[in-house]
């Protein structure tokens, strides 16, 4: 009688709920009606609440069939029928889930649509004759609100004699059916949310169809469970039994299935609890929203509403009128929940902002907002895994340094460090500096800024947002603030996005402008002099010269593409790893590897479309390294090429190597930066001390916790780099490096043991300061930096027909006899732990022996006499015409 009440119920609201669906686009049609109709809201909740009803209480009438032994009164062609219902009530469910069109209804067509034609032979007939075409919800709306539903009557009144029910069950059911439809809303996906499953009843399906190989096999058990269920009348007292309980523990195993299908089931078909994870929440726990009656329904501006993936949302009948959007990221381009979640359907505040995120593109939720299927899904798996989120190098050479690990290249992850004394250093000293970072309160992009996600890069706020956010921020009632300028979210990433984080450490972004960060106090300058720059963190710098690219007006990014910010989809132990580019992919010797429109990923083509920079047959440089196009380059036939300034749209000429640039043997292996770097910052000499028991701030747990580090900085000095060999791929090299971590470590209680012998570490550096260097052979040969001795003089005599050199350091020695800023000792070979990656080596003596001796030469030659030239093309035989008035100090 229950089950008879609620397909009464059912039948009845679908009619009146049929009025206001469209059938040719169902998805929006249903969000008008929970947005703008709450009567028809209501007939689709007592439809939904009905229909679960009907389907739980016809199971339990089987059931109560095989308890009673019922099917043995009932006449063969009769239990036929009532056999062939159960895929029909199926079918009539299944059907009313998909007709809603949202994410959840189009996977269950998917999956229905694969396994009706997995049956041999009439599989598509019957696919296409009960589901019909894909792009076509007619058939199945036809067959649901008529041919199945009248078949359904006719098998009830043809078993039960009765398609009335009792009046008093009728409104018992009514009364259930209300007090649900009330209080808890029928489910609509927003089509967001990256769990996407099934009806409850349906969830223990597609845990079977993934484990098994074949979908056609899960065909097969259903028919035979049917076969079962229609042969049980005919069987004797034991086999029917048996027949039963296989059905009783098959119904219990789907349940179990279901139950793990439908609540354990999270994205990627990840196993996970529902309460470790936010977005389950409405899964877990059903959307308990009160049904809104408005009695202003004429006043809701319905003309402001756009269609954005199919849908309409609520937000706007509050927040219109919002500016400040990029196109791309406009309400009417992607509306509002794309990003901030909460419930598009909802027309009451509380409910609207449920599970609202105030501040998306953190990476924690990046998924559900930058993330989603109809944004940038690829982009967030490769953020989360790029070198700026994971800060794999940072992690793994600071624990070398600190003596945690044997070397410096392993895959590490900033977000899983322990508590160690190294990860302690990390935690309270650099953790900041990762994009994983969330960003916690409204704010533009500063000096100061740390993390953010997505928006670390993409958000902008214009002069409008700025005096808003000043105002928000002043105001005392800051629930209620009325926002009207919206940061923009974009292309337009400018040095600035890159200033909070690349101002530390290696300071690429405070190198490229000119400036180097000195020790001097406020009360120390006069701020106001153009030498000086005082950042939002009160560090002074001082100017040096700033990068030729930086002169000409380059950000960041015209050089840097999205597959070295953002990733590529794999992980990299250090920085350079994921740097794509090299100097000589623009600056070419003859021409460089090209590539057109054709060959262009989806990523780039998009940003080409936003930009507007594609023209017809563009060729556009393409790096050696990792082989994707620089797409703000174009090479012409006539053999030059320019550069478009990715945020002003501004050009650049390309120039081709320089007339010196590696046009001999001797100086093949030399890498650009080895040449043209002006300067590099060169910190020297720390002092760390670790203090177990006081107290510092945890970057990754934002609270305080137990241990610090104190350091105490030595010189900042400037001065050209170092040169090493850094042996890649069997090949050598020859690069720039500058003092990574030379510093002692006071004693520690953790480490338990006391370090006197200074730690002497360089690391690879790319300074960022290039100059169009002059022809000088004495910066590098004549230079002691160079070799990695220090800051000092290398004095050349001839004293009795005997040549000699010596290094006089600018700098004291400390505990291990070698100056402050040295790497390695004069005329030696280290071969302990020398730098912080572990394919990276100082000059063994034999190689400073060659590079002195040339430096001998250039004491008195000039560097473009012919002897000097003669020596770039045969150096052996000018050493061997040498006359003994050549300070010439080793013999080779």
């Known amino acids: 009688m229950f089950a008879i009440a609620n397909i009464l119920i059912c039948s009845l609201s679908g009619v009146f709920l049929a009025i206001p669906y469209d059938i040719a686009n169902p998805y929006e049609s249903i969000s008008r009606i929970l947005l703008f109709n709450p009567p028809a809201s209501l007939m689709r909740n007592l439809h939904y609440w009905s229909a679960q009803l009907f389907l739980i209480f016809t199971l339990l009438h089987i059931w109560d069939h095989f308890k009673k032994q019922g099917e043995k009164k009932v006449k063969r062609p009769v239990w036929f029928r009532l056999t062939i219902s159960i895929l029909i009530v199926f079918f009539v469910m299944l059907s009313g889930f998909i007709l809603k069109a949202d994410a959840d209804s189009?996977?269950?067509?998917?999956?229905?649509?694969?396994?009706?034609?997995?049956?041999?032979?009439?599989?598509?007939?019957?696919?296409?004759?009960?589901?019909?075409?894909?792009?076509?919800?007619?058939?199945?709306?036809?067959?649901?609100?008529?041919?199945?539903?009248?078949?359904?009557?006719?098998?009830?009144?043809?078993?039960?004699?009765?398609?009335?029910?009792?009046?008093?069950?009728?409104?018992?059911?009514?009364?259930?059916?209300?007090?649900?439809?009330?209080?808890?809303?029928?489910?609509?996906?927003?089509?967001l949310d990256p769990v996407v499953k099934g009806p409850w009843y349906f969830t223990g399906l597609q845990e079977i169809l993934h484990w098994l190989s074949r979908p056609a096999w899960s065909m097969l058990i259903v028919l035979l469970l049917l076969l079962l269920i229609y042969f049980i009348p005919r069987l004797n007292n034991f086999k029917e039994k048996f027949a039963k309980k296989i059905i009783y523990y098959s119904f219990l195993a789907y349940i179990v299935l279901s139950f793990i299908g439908f609540y354990l089931r999270g994205e990627n078909w990840r196993l996970i609890w529902p309460w470790n994870e936010s977005y389950l929440e409405e899964i877990w726990l059903p959307n308990l929203e009160r049904l809104q009656f408005r009695d202003n329904l004429e006043e809701i501006p319905k003309g402001n509403f756009q269609s954005v993936f199919n849908r309409q949302e609520s937000c706007l009948m509050c927040h219109n009128g919002m500016q400040g959007f990029s196109a791309s990221h406009s309400p009417e381009a992607i509306g509002c929940i794309s990003c901030h979640q909460g419930n598009p359907f909802a027309i009451d505040k509380k409910n609207a902002h449920h599970n609202m995120v105030l501040i998306p593109g953190n990476l924690a939720d990046a998924a559900r907002s930058c993330g989603t299927a109809n944004c940038h899904p690829e982009i967030v798996t490769r953020v989360k895994l790029g070198i700026m989120n994971t800060a794999s190098g940072m992690v793994s050479v600071d624990k070398y340094v600190l003596g945690e690990r044997n070397h410096p290249s392993k895959l590490s992850h900033i977000e899983e460090i322990g508590n160690s004394p190294a990860d302690i250093h990390l935690r309270t000293l650099c953790a900041s500096c990762h994009v994983g970072n969330p960003k916690t309160e409204y704010s533009p992009i500063t000096e100061l800024t740390r993390g953010g996600g997505c928006l670390a890069c993409h958000m902008n706020y214009n002069a409008d947002a700025s005096k808003q956010l000043a105002n928000f921020n002043n105001s005392k009632t800051k629930t209620d603030f009325d926002f009207k300028f919206h940061p923009g979210i974009d292309l337009n990433i400018s040095n600035n996005h890159c200033f909070g984080c690349h101002s530390r450490s290696g300071r690429i972004s405070t190198n490229y402008e000119g400036w180097h960060e000195t020790q001097l106090k406020l009360e120390d300058v006069d701020i106001n002099d153009p030498k000086y720059r005082l950042l939002e963190d009160k560090r002074i710098f001082t100017y040096i010269q700033e990068d030729v690219h930086h002169a000409k007006g380059m950000l960041c990014i015209d050089c840097h593409s999205s597959y070295e910010i953002m990733g590529d989809g794999n992980q990299y132990m250090h920085k350079e790893e994921q740097v794509k580019i090299g100097c000589e992919d623009c600056h070419y010797r003859d021409k460089p590897n090209l590539a057109d429109i054709n060959n262009l990923d989806a990523d780039a083509k998009k940003i080409l479309s936003l930009k507007q920079w594609a023209i017809k047959n563009q060729q556009f440089i393409k790096s050696k390294k990792s082989g994707y196009a620089l797409i703000n380059t174009h090479f012409n036939e006539n053999d030059s090429a320019f550069l478009i300034s990715k945020v002003n749209g501004s050009l650049h000429y390309i120039k081709k190597q320089g007339e010196f640039c590696l046009k001999d043997d001797a100086h093949s292996r030399l890498s650009c930066e080895s040449c043209h770097s002006s300067w590099v910052p060169r910190c020297i000499s720390c002092h760390t001390e670790f203090q177990p028991n006081s107290v510092a701030y945890d970057h990754l747990k934002k609270e305080n916790s137990k241990g610090k580090w104190i350091e105490h900085a030595g010189n900042f000095d400037a001065g050209p780099p170092t040169l090493a060999i850094f042996k890649i791929d069997n090949k050598t090299h020859i690069k720039t490096v500058v003092p990574g971590m030379v510093l002692t470590i006071e004693k520690d209680e953790l480490f338990n043991k006391k370090f006197y012998k200074p730690e002497r570490f360089y690391a690879p550096a790319s300074p960022h300061t290039v100059i169009i260097p002059e022809k000088n052979c004495k910066k590098c040969h004549l230079n002691p930096i160079t070799f990695g001795y220090g800051e000092g003089q290398l004095v050349y005599a001839n004293t009795d027909n005997v040549s000699k050199v010596r290094f006089v350091p600018a700098y004291e020695n400390l505990y291990d006899g070698l100056p402050a800023d040295a790497w390695i000792d004069f005329l030696s070979t280290r071969t302990d732990r020398v730098a912080t990656r572990d394919y990276i080596r100082p000059f063994n003596t034999a190689e400073q022996k060659k590079l002195l001796n040339v430096g001998a030469c250039l004491t008195c030659h000039d560097e473009n006499s012919q002897v000097m030239l003669k020596s770039l093309v045969n150096y052996q035989s000018v050493f061997e015409a040498r006359t003994r008035f050549c300070v010439i100090p080793f013999s080779e």
């Open 106 to 191: 189009m996977q269950a067509r998917r999956i229905l649509t694969t396994l009706i034609e997995s049956i041999p032979l009439l599989g598509n007939i019957i696919s296409y004759s009960f589901i019909g075409p894909e792009s076509s919800f007619q058939l199945l709306y036809v067959h649901h609100i008529a041919t199945a539903t009248i078949i359904i009557f006719i098998l009830i009144y043809e078993h039960a004699r009765n398609i009335w029910g009792s009046l008093h069950v009728f409104f018992k059911s009514l009364l259930l059916v209300l007090l649900l439809s009330f209080f808890i809303s029928a489910p609509l996906h927003d089509n």
